[in-house]
């Protein structure tokens, strides 16, 4: 904050000044400072001894970790159930499948994020591609062993949900917040009705409402699938959230351009099309990428409608092997690793973007 | 096998359905038949009653009972549509028509019996809340009465908590529940000694204990607070349904009366001069043609599963657990199969 910023000062000595002005400028300050840092160190010790030094690495087998438990971490469970835990309980011969479509699903966000493809056409050639190719691969059917939905799990539901609710909830939100600052005013009406509505629940009920109530209306012996439902539970409610972030966007533009176009003589949809939209989408990307790390790791709820998510799907691998149950700490680790590598190429993505775009657009 | 009687039923089905106005697609052993599958809801995984196994296939006691009844029904164990179900979903799927039948560890009481449009056809499981006790931490402790003000661990949004809350004040007892989410949460926090005791079902203790590598310290309290008859769920509207699902869980248990198994049942078929393992077979007499079916139902249902206690000892005894109340009457257990005749 204030440190003296000498910089023909040598190194050492400016990491001491920042030291002894930011973490021991007080007998408190120092106190605080040593004690947290004795807790972090032996917190660490601790947890280095367990997971790493003590740890039993690679293909071993339950009595090997059994005559460590409680001192080492038992990595062997990983090793040992890692395709359960990736791909649930879809069939092991047909695992590939999976594996492909996480691919895919990677391949579309990867691509995506590119600026090469931030054109209409591409992202909806690359996105419908991509969409139907993993669900052709996941279902089965023209040549593949049909898999039912009952049976997919893991990784590729967890981020099947995340990309499909976001693919699908994006041009709705775009229509609601639209209609939220429309002149028309029952179209006005029903879009805030609507907003209002769903940002007003949480997750959980609308998985809730879709997956239980729903049922209960329909004609018995009339089912909807199980998955189906829950993802466009998660498209309606993640549309309401990215409207409000496109409003955003849209209020952020000046009347001027409002105007200008009016002056052109173009339509409603010509403006919004033309002019408006392009800016403001763009601005709020940066927005949209957290949006979508939110979204990807709320979709850990669906299990409450018991859809297999990943975590979920890396509790049932160990929680339903006797010979493992009792490492599921091991487990969750693992599952807290795979979520960090994509929040965190998500969230520096969104950084890396940020950047970009204030260097080379600025309204 | 099964070619002009669907027409009809499904004919006599529609005329009732109307004059009641309820059902759409028939009762459900048409629908059933017709589908070419049975729809079984499950746990989503209960190790020994409904868990993926190595091969990530459903296995379980549970599961069994779906695929004898898949076997029977429509001539083989493997078409069984698995739902798996939360605690919360498993009533809806089955009133809504999503499931055929829940098989899914489901105890049986009067409320679920009366109100909710659904039958037990019998009880496939006697289970009952017990606690576990670290008795190297707490030795002196030999009873439930010895853990009176001691913290308890125990699992939020299931009965274990009001049974033992009903337990602790018609025994004029205290205890101090500690509350988790998840099954393995709760374990792990007692066994890390977050409290003196830890309860849950007998079967759900004994899947804790099988594996634990100082399972020695831990000691099982003899009491059972709850009585959890464990059983098959299905809609009230289908009689015939009702009466094959009920009859599959005699006939296995009068296999396992009568020396009846996997391996020898079709000797036995034809061989046997037991009158009992002759009605059972279908050897002699005709209890398939009551329910509706062939002469073989409950053979087959044998060749994919095996008898109640083939599957017992297949999928319960890892666990660890003894037969117990789950035994055949004659061995000191409460298994009644009432007479194939």
Redesign the interface.
Known sequence: MNAPASSHRPFVARRLDWLRENLFSTPLNALITLVTLALLLWLGSRFVSWALLHAVWGRAD?ATC??L?GQGACWAVVADKW??MLF?????DEQWRSALAVVIFCGIMVFSAMRAFWHVWRLLALWLSGSLLCAWLLAGGLGLTPV?T?LWGGLPITLMLAVFGTLFAFPLGILLALGRRSALPIIRAASIIYIELVRGVPLITVL?MA??MF??F??????FD?LLRAQVAIILFNAAYIAEIVRAGLQALPRGQYEAADALGLGYWQTQLLVILPQALKITIPAQVNSFIDNFKDTSLV????I?DFL?AV??A??????W??Y??EGYLFAMAVYWLFCYAMSHYSQWLEKHLSRDHRL | MFNKKPLCRSLAALSLGVAAGSTFAGPTLDAIKQRGTLVCGVHTGLTGFSAPDKSGKYAGIDVDYCKALAAAILGSPDKVKYVPLTAQQRFTALQSGEIDLLSRNTTWNSKRDTTMGSVFPGVWFYDGQAFVINSKKNPKVKKLADLNKASICVETGTTTERNMADYARANKLTFKPVVFEGQEATEKAFQSGRCDAYTTDSSGIAAMLVNLPNKGDYTVLPEIISKEPLAPMLRRNDQEFFAIARWMIYALQQAEESGVTQANVLRMKAESKDPAVQRLTGATAEVGKGLGLDAEWAVRALQAVGNYGESYERNIKPLGLVRGMNALWNKGGLMYPMPLD
Do not use: C, M, T
Request: glycine letters at 4%.
């Open positions: 339950v059994n005559a438990f395709r359960h649930g309980i879809y069939p092991q039912p009952a809730f997956s239980i049922a209960l329909l004609p018995e012996g009339v089912s199980k299990i409450i409608v018991s297999f979920y509790r049932q160990v929680i339903s092997d006797l010979d149950r009792h599921f700490v």
